[in-house]
C-alpha cells in the first residue's frame, strides 16, 4: 500500500515560516490534500489539490508537489496555527484513502 | 451550510458491535460519497473505508475486511458504520466525512467508541 511519510514534529517562532513535507514515491504524480487538526476538534481541510485553499482559508496557507514530496507552507505563522497536520492522497489504484503520519506544529 | 453530525459516544464489550451514525445537510446527499476515517488515543488518521450515496459501492480499508460494513439510508440523508468483533484495539474517535474529488470536507464531529470489558 501507499506510504506518506511526515516528520513528527516542526517548531517555528511567531511571525516565520513553518513548512511541513510529505514523502511518497512519485508523490508528484498525485493530488495532495491537507488537514489540520487541533485537539479534540475534527480535522479541517486546509489545501486541496496540492495548492487550493477552501473559502475561509487564510492566504498563509499555502502548498506544493513535486517529485517524491508534496509540501505544506504556513507563512507569518501565529499561535492559532499550533496543531496537528495530515496530508492526504487517494490511491487511484486500490481506490483507498491515505493519510500521512502526521506533523506537530508548535509554535514557540 | 454543509454539516455531517455524528451520533453519540458508546461504550461496548469486546467481542461486540457499535453502529454509528452520519447525517448529512445542505448538500444534495446522493452526489457524494462517504468516507470513515478513526483515530486511536494519540495516534493519527487511520482510513477504513467509503461508500457511494449515489449506489451504496462501498471499498474498505483491507486490515477492516470482514468486520466493517457501510451502508446508507437516502431518504434520511444518514450513512452508517458497523464494526463488529470489536477488540480493545478499536477504541477510537470514529469520523464521518464527505467526500470529494479524492479529499474529504466537511468532516462530522466525531464518535468516541470506547472497547473494554
Known amino acids: 500500500s501507499y506510504v506518506l511519510t511526515q516528520p513528527p514534529s516542526v517548531s517555528v517562532a511567531p511571525g516565520k515560516t513553518a513548512r511541513i513535507t510529505c514523502g511518497g514515491n512519485n508523490i508528484g504524480s498525485k493530488s495532495v490534500h491537507w488537514y489540520q487538526q487541533k485537539p479534540g476538534q475534527a480535522p479541517v481541510l486546509v489545501i486541496y489539490?496540492?495548492?487550493d485553499r477552501p473559502s475561509g482559508i487564510p492566504e498563509r496557507f499555502s502548498g506544493s508537489n513535486s517529485g517524491n514530496t508534496a509540501t505544506l507552507t504556513i507563512s507569518r505563522v501565529e499561535a492559532g496555527d499550533e496543531a496537528d497536520y495530515y496530508c492526504?492522497?487517494?490511491?487511484?489504484?486500490?481506490?483507498?484513502?491515505?493519510f500521512g503520519t502526521g506533523t506537530k506544529v508548535t509554535v514557540l | 451550510q454543509v454539516q455531517l453530525v455524528q451520533s453519540g459516544a458508546e461504550v461496548k464489550k469486546p467481542g461486540a458491535s457499535v453502529k454509528v451514525s452520519c447525517k448529512a445537510s445542505g448538500y444534495t446527499f446522493t452526489s457524494y460519497g462517504i468516507s470513515w476515517v478513526r483515530q486511536a488515543p494519540g495516534q493519527g488518521l487511520e482510513w477504513m473505508g467509503w461508500?457511494?450515496?449515489?449506489?451504496?459501492?462501498?471499498n474498505y480499508a483491507q486490515k477492516l475486511q470482514g468486520r466493517v460494513t457501510m451502508t446508507t439510508d437516502t431518504s434520511t440523508s444518514t450513512a452508517y458504520m458497523e464494526l463488529r468483533s470489536l477488540r480493545s484495539d478499536d477504541t477510537a474517535v470514529y469520523y464521518c466525512?464527505?467526500?470529494?474529488?479524492?479529499?474529504?470536507?466537511?468532516w462530522g464531529q466525531g464518535t468516541l467508541v470506547t472497547v473494554s470489558s
Open positions: 466525512a464527505r467526500v470529494m474529488g479524492g479529499w474529504f470536507d466537511p
Open positions: 492526504q492522497v487517494w490511491d487511484s489504484s486500490s481506490d483507498q484513502g491515505v
Open positions: 489539490y496540492d495548492s
Open positions: 461508500i457511494s450515496a449515489y449506489n451504496g459501492n462501498t
